[in-house]
């Protein structure tokens, strides 16, 4: 019985909404433009978050087929937008880097396209669902949130993981740095020390009678 459910749920596991999800690095000084073909009427999100780089800062830009202005935000380290479609075409979204001189930055960004469908023809019926199909629906959303909760939790260890290694060859080029100076005091300290006691020769000259 539990292959069986576990074989009826295993397609469930599985998303059907149409998602671009993608990490891309974004240089200094560039501009990283994505298209999307979406018909009238689906509702669509955008959620990014820079992962690395500099002040974890981006401006993001999207745009309908008609080049209106949709979301514009300057210096955003993460947000989250969702619009519904006003008309059928290609839209365009663009993560700028432009201000940035030289550092550049690890972005991350995920596009839905639409909504889940149901998980069976007949969910949307006025009865009620079997205890089967009640149960494979809570495990299809328990899914879902275990998803967004493991990418979550990815960018965050990403970007710990980006401040540490950033902290430390900081901390090893400040110790570098203070390994030099103590060297060039001790140096100059003996060399100091020796010149007090050092022996001074002195030249007399004798006058004749």
């Not at 949709?70 to 979204?93: C, H, I, P, V, W």
């Not at 400040?174 to 010149?195: D, H, K, P, T």
């Amino acid at each position: 019985m539990l292959a069986w459910f576990l074989l009826l749920c295993a397609p469930l596991m599985f998303g059907w909404i149409r998602a671009s999800e993608l990490t891309f690095e974004l240089p200094d000084n560039a501009k990283q433009c994505f298209y999307e073909d979406i018909t009238i009427g689906t509702k669509c999100t955008l959620e990014f978050q820079v992962v690395t780089g500099g002040h974890y800062d981006v401006d993001c830009r999207l745009e309908d087929p008609d080049g209106t202005v949709l979301y514009k935000e300057m210096k955003k380290q993460y947000d989250s937008f969702t619009f519904t479609a006003s008309r059928n075409g290609t839209f365009k979204f663009c993560f700028s880097n432009e201000f940035s001189t030289f550092t550049h930055k690890t972005v991350y960004f995920d596009f839905q396209v639409g909504d889940d469908p149901p998980l069976f023809p007949s969910e949307n019926r006025v009865t009620a669902l079997t205890q089967m199909e009640s149960a494979c629906v809570s495990i299809h959303e328990a899914l879902k949130s275990v998803i967004d909760y493991q990418t979550h939790f990815r960018l965050r260890e990403a970007q710990g993981r980006s401040r540490a290694e950033d902290l430390n060859t900081r901390v090893a080029f400040w110790s570098i740095g203070e390994a030099c100076i103590l060297l060039v005091v001790s140096i100059s300290q003996v060399v100091l020390l020796r010149s007090f006691f050092s022996d001074k020769k002195t030249t007399t000259t004798r006058v004749g009678s």
